[in-house]
């Protein structure tokens, strides 16, 4: 008989992992990065795989247009392209 481990077991060693490497890290003062070896390369290649979709599902909360024709897409895979970068953090905290 082969045992399964459900979803909510992977999501709880999750978790539990990322807790683990942020004592780590806040232990040794030293990012993931370079827990993990270091620094390989300069440039990453990015697989764009969503393709707009969450520009078309948040547009209202991103403050912009929905990807409606081939055009969009287009636009919006040249706009990436070009970028090269993220010009800002995507995550914002939230001050209570």
């Known amino acids: 008989m082969v045992r ?6 992977y999501k709880v060693m999750s978790g539990i992992d990322s ?3 942020n004592i ?3 232990t040794l003062g030293a990012p993931v990065w ?5 620094k390989i390369r300069d440039e990453l290649a990015l ?3 969503h393709c707009g979709t969450d520009r078309y599902r948040y547009s209202d909360q991103l403050s ?5 024709t081939l055009s969009d897409i287009e ?5 990436v392209h070009n970028r090269r970068g993220l010009d ?3 995550i914002e905290s939230k001050q209570e």
């Open 19 to 21: 807790v683990l490497w």
């Open 4 to 9: 399964q481990r459900s979803k909510i077991a």
């Open 88 to 90: 800002s953090d995507l």
């Open 34 to 38: 370079q827990l993990l070896g270091g």
């Open 24 to 26: 780590r890290v806040k």
């Open 47 to 49: 697989y764009w795989s």
């Open 64 to 68: 912009v247009n929905k990807l409606s």
């Open 75 to 79: 636009d919006l895979s040249q706009e």
